[in-house]
């Protein structure tokens, strides 16, 4: 042992070296790069952007997508996807609308059911991608039109209208809006709650993917299916809680958005599921599964926040915003790549 | 099988002791098709046992019995003397039998000290809190893989970028830091350059001098030879018997696996048909006749003239 331990202390000149080297092969570095330049760029372009008002527009935007971004990631380095992750965020607080205006169930008990009804179609997801073998890309495209269907329909036939209204009237809103929809006014900019939320649902991913049993497995089952069951990974238990999580997180968006405006579209959320996949890539997830960082999310979707609301300060056309976020898209894709290939990782 | 286990304390290799596995005329059937009959070996701490065959030999459903993937249909398993049937593979490794397949079971992105604890990773703290040992893991893993003789440069590093040769080294320090007594290394030179053969090879002394008992897998005689301690050749799905190396010369233990005998037939066949194929009949028969003439005529098919002489190996078919 003790000529083990010599050994160790020797080698540990060569540890701190590669330390370097190895913080820029993390994961989140090209979106914290990214990140900044656009903050930068915007901040000298335009007078407001820079400013605690200003901050305040582009955070609330980019918390919703970085919440979502997140989970995305998570599912992502697990080595699916979740097409109907966008179409959930809809789906929860329609629920929660039609229980309360139109059934007068308890807004706090028809919150819950929500959730549980989301967490119900997250397991289902997973199970049928893991029972059938099918690619989640398929399963998850199938539950995003049932959901989407029935999130028009439904709400027409019950309520006669494509949007709720009247949500405030609800007996009890007021005890349940200030958790996902309050805020408050520092400097003169207005900051809500879903910030913290964002930062909340981002400080726990990162921890459970570096820190926890847990964590290690979502890496392996994206990494290496076959070689993590040989091995005794629980992969199916693995995979429906990375799905269930998807589906949690649109949920908690969906009463973020719900509490904040007080009604809610029937298309809500529909075609944001790729938004958050890009989020997700930009901060460094790869599409193949079993690389990726929750931290490097959250700074995908803090781009996406800044570039949607620095536009409309510059006052272009806001149509550019598809455009960059496409031109994001190939850059972090091809940089993911070339990690990839340095990281030797061949086959999936 | 619990994280903190240590290797298990090195036995020392005695001819009298029981042996760790044995099998007694072994075989598998599926349904009325017999895959593997016949297949008498032992496996004893600090020895090492090679299976050798040809592809299709039977190598692969030999391996899965003693892992517990399947089970024997004839004959007798015994572990430490008592006989035993797995009932699957965490039987196995709970008995202390770990399986190296050849894909490793590694995930090439995640780096090294994660993948040796992967599926029995050590945690502390308790409840919501309860979070990985990393400090002991990243330790343990350079301990174990420096007692194995493997320098890593750093354990953070993605196990993709260890060589073939360092990655089935890990594979294996893994099992003997998990409590493996019996190591079984399924073709783990098959994909390796010569050089990175070598530093296999050297591993799998290393893990028998530290009291294991070895199953090495392979269809490569010069592997097997310098390290092997007893071999057990597979034909067909049949034992043609198991050789303690001091009854077997590697030229013998050649001339069998390459199936003298069925060359000796295919230059038969070709010569008859003559043309441009006679020539390669000619240099198969030149072949042929370089082997050692006791192995290769015993077990020639009855149809060559050879087989005149004592065939002692009448359904090598």
């Known amino acids: ?105 308890n807004i706090w008990v028809a919150v819950v059911i929500a959730l549980i009804v989301a967490l119900g179609v997250g397991a289902l997801n997973g199970y049928l991608v893991m029972k059938t073998g099918l690619p989640s890309f398929i399963v998850t495209l199938g539950t995003f039109f049932v959901l989407a269907g029935i999130d ?17 009237q609800v007996p009890l809103y007021d005890s349940i809006q200030p958790v996902f929809g309050s805020s408050v006014e520092i400097g003169g900019g207005n900051f809500y709650v879903s910030v913290l939320w964002w930062v909340a649902v981002t400080v726990v991913a990162t921890w459970v993917l570096l820190r926890t049993r847990a964590g290690n497995w979502i890496f392996a089952v994206g990494g290496a299916q076959t070689a993590a069951r040989q091995i005794g990974v629980p992969v199916l238990k693995t995979k429906i809680g990375l799905f269930m999580t998807t589906a949690g997180a649109g949920w908690l968006v969906g009463m973020i958005s719900l509490f904040r405006t007080s009604t809610v579209q029937a298309n809500t959320g529909v075609g944001q599921e790729f938004i958050y996949i890009i989020c997700a890539v930009v901060g460094g997830c790869l599409l193949t599964g079993g690389f990726g960082s929750a931290i490097g999310a959250a700074l995908g979707a803090l781009i996406y926040g800044m570039t949607f609301q620095g536009i409309t300060f510059a006052q272009w056309d806001t149509n550019w915003l598809r455009t960059f976020l496409g031109a994001m898209l190939l850059g972090a894709v091809f940089l993911n790549h070339w990690v990839r290939i340095r990281a030797g990782g061949g086959s999936r | 099988m619990s994280t903190e286990a240590p290797a298990a304390a090195p036995q020392t290799p005695t001819a009298s002791a029981v042996p760790l596995i044995e099998a007694r005329d072994i075989g598998k059937r599926y349904g009325s098709v017999r895959a593997l009959g016949g297949v008498s070996t032992v496996v004893k701490a600090g020895e090492v046992t090679c299976v050798l065959g040809d592809n299709g030999a039977g190598k692969s459903t030999f391996i899965k019995i003693l892992a517990g993937s399947h089970q024997q249909s004839d004959g007798e ?75 890593l440069r750093d354990v953070d590093q993605p196990i993709g970028t260890l060589s073939g040769g360092e990655r089935q080294c890990v594979a294996i320090a893994r099992a003997v830091y998990f409590g493996a007594r019996v190591l079984i290394l399924d073709e783990p030179t098959a994909a390796l350059g010569v050089k990175q053969s070598g530093v296999v090879l050297r591993y799998i002394a290393r893990a028998r001098d530290r009291g294991l008992g070895v199953v090495f897998i392979t269809h490569n005689p010069h592997h097997a030879y310098p390290i092997g301690d007893r071999f057990m050749l597979l034909q067909r799905g049949e034992s043609l018997g198991t050789f303690p190396k001091s009854e077997i010369s590697l030229e013998e233990l050649t001339g069998m696996m390459a199936g003298g005998a069925e060359l000796e037939t295919l230059a038969h066949e070709l010569a008859r048909s003559g043309g441009s194929a006679a ?34 190996e009448p359904d090598a078919r």
Do not use: C
Request: charged share 15%; glycine share 8%.
């Open chain 1, 1 to 105: 042992m003790t000529t083990t331990d010599l050994v160790t202390v020797a080698n540990r000149r060569s540890l701190d070296r590669s330390r370097l080297k190895r913080l820029f092969t993390r994961p989140e570095i090209g979106a914290l790069v990214a990140a900044i330049a656009v903050l930068v760029f915007f901040s000298v372009y335009t007078g407001q952007f820079f400013s605690l008002p200003g901050a305040g527009v582009w955070l609330e935007s980019a918390s919703t997508f970085g919440i979502m971004a997140v989970a995305v990631a998570l599912l992502m380095i697990g080595g699916e996807f979740d097409l109907s992750s966008g179409v959930m965020t809809g789906f929860t607080a329609l629920i929660v609308g039609v229980l309360t205006t139109h059934y007068g169930l």
């Open chain 1, 152 to 168: 028009l329909a439904l709400t027409k036939v019950i309520t006669g209208q494509v949007s709720i209204q009247g949500m405030t």
């Open chain 2, 77 to 151: 398993l015994l572990i430490d003397g008592t006989p035993t049937h797995f009932s699957s593979p965490r039987a196995a490794l709970d008995a202390g039998i770990a399986t190296v397949y050849q894909d490793l079971a590694v995930v090439p992105l995640m780096p090294v000290w994660r993948n040796f604890f992967l599926g029995s990773e050590p945690t502390t703290g308790a409840g919501p809190f309860r979070k990985l040992d990393v400090k002991q893991m990243k330790a343990t893993t350079f301990t174990e893989l420096d007692n194995m003789g493997i320098r």
């Open chain 2, 279 to 312: 020539e390669v009949a000619r240099e198969l028969r030149a072949e042929v006749d370089a082997l050692p003439t006791d192995t290769a005529s015993a077990q020639s098919p009855a149809e060559s003239p050879a087989a005149a002489a004592a065939s002692a």
